[in-house]
């Protein structure tokens, strides 16, 4: 009697997403394909060197609680807005940021989990004011993408 025989494949992993993967986000009522600056040495390189992005492309710099925030333009050629988001993704402040300042652009908040960082002009071009949301669970999906538990940062899985 022959048997039947199954081959099996067998499963192979998928590969985790990394700080160069690009992820659509909406942000207000536009979606933004933002890269993901989680670890230390990925926020501090942040966009250094970038000498171009996409006219709805820049970088989210997700923390896993919420603080004031500090940034600077140490070795980064684009000029940038960035906005702060606090840990519901509502975006509470904004501010330019200039090609190579070195000085700091400091949140008046505190309370503060998200930045995301666009070319200059992005947020009033798209007309994304003080309230606008961050989708947090694209943000949610895309941490998980990069092998992070989104509950580490307060947000469910």
Known sequence: MLG??????????????????????????????????VTGPEMQRGLMF??????D????????????????MHNTPLPLHIGFFDAEGVLKEYYPLFPYDENTVKSRGDKLQYAVEVRQGWFRENKIVGGARLDLKAVAAALKARGFDPTKYGLPK
Do not use: C, N
């Open 4 to 37: 039947a025989v199954f081959a099996q494949t067998p499963s192979v992993p998928t590969a985790l997403k990394t700080v160069h993967d690009y992820f659509e986000v909406g942000l207000g009522d536009k979606v933004v394909r933002l890269q993901f600056a």
């Open 50 to 55: 970038r000498e171009s992005l996409g006219p």
């Open 57 to 72: 492309e820049g970088m989210i710099f997700v923390y896993d609680k919420p603080q004031a925030m500090s940034f600077w």
